[in-house]
């Protein structure tokens, strides 16, 4: 009765309170839930150390004892929930890594959250798995981030038909695209009318781990949103305090 769980500093799992930073709830107020693992492998991503654990982003490098020989912190359900309530937040975003990849123990653990009190919860995914119903019944919103070539992963494992098919009929499902060229918004139009996704439910941000890097792809961004009938959303973490774990 475990979820594998990122760290942050030796034996504390990682989950703080953060205004979202990101997509349709950008500024509200929230506490996140960072899960290990994942079943794609972006060139660019920005928690490779929830996942890709060998290198500079052994995650024991830091010291940390594990209970699992794949180097994963793993934590019980129901102290998770303690440990998100302790932020005294109403709102939970479940991030990772790729959170869908362990939706039995999400289930248990947001059963322990909700006998404590009432919560509203968010799961970013990579939107290449489709949530059982248990999950989809504790669940109020989905941010969605389909991964385009750019990303490096194989084409038929991060587009997968009949996830986006379910997350295009959901709808509290937010498509959240990282684009870092024009070519990738093309890329963006094609997979939109493949899948029938709607453009009113479609966020393009931009790659980036800098303000620099964002303001300047965002002044090309927001002209092909206009075009496009997409929104635009920041990175408001980048801009408050860097690429910082925890933030
Ligand atoms: C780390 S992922 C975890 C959730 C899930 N695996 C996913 O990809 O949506 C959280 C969000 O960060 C985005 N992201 C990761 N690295 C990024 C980068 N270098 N620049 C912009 N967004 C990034 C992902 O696309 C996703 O929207
Ligand atoms: N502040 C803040 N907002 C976020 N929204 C999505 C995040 C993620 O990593 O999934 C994230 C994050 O890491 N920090
Ligand atoms: S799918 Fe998400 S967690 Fe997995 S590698 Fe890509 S950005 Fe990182
Ligand atoms: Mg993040």
Redesign the pocket.
Same mark, same amino acid.
């Given at each position: 009765m475990t979820l594998a769980l990122a760290t942050i500093t030796p034996g504390k799992p990682e989950i703080f309170a953060a205004l979202q930073g990101?997509?349709a709830s950008i500024g509200r107020p929230c506490v996140f839930l /960072?899960l290990s693992r $994942?079943n794609?492998a $972006?060139t660019? $991503?920005?928690?490779a150390y #929830?996942w890709r654990f060998e290198g500079d982003n052994r995650p024991h490098k830091d010291g940390i004892a594990f209970d699992r020989a794949d180097n994963q912190l793993v934590w019980e359900e129901a102290a998770v929930a303690e440990a998100i309530h302790a932020f005294g937040q109403s709102r939970l975003v479940i #991030?990772?890594?790729?959170?869908l990849l362990q939706a039995p123990a999400l289930v248990r653990m947001l059963d322990h959250l909700f006998a404590l009190g009432d919560y509203q919860v968010e799961?970013?995914?990579?939107?290449s798995v489709v949530p059982s119903e248990a999950l989809a019944a504790r669940v109020g919103q989905y941010? %969605?981030?389909?991964?385009l070539s750019h990303?490096g992963n194989p084409r038929d494992l991060a587009i997968r038909p009949e996830a986006l098919r379910f997350f295009a009929q959901y709808p509290k499902a937010f498509f959240?695209? %990282?684009v870092?060229t024009p070519d990738d918004v093309e890329e963006v139009a094609a997979l939109a009318a493949e899948h029938d996704l709607p453009a009113e439910r479609i966020f393009l941000?931009?790659?980036? /781990?800098d303000p620099e890097t964002?303001r300047a792809r965002m002044v090309w961004i927001a002209d092909l949103c206009l075009q496009r009938g997409y929104a635009m959303t920041d990175?408001l973490h980048i801009h408050l305090s860097g690429?910082t774990r925890g933030t």
């Open positions: 990101e997509g /960072r $994942c794609l $972006c660019w $991503c920005d928690t #929830t #991030t990772g890594g790729e959170p799961i970013e995914t990579n939107g941010n %969605v981030s389909p991964k990303s959240k695209f %990282v870092a941000m931009s790659e980036g /781990r964002l990175r690429d």
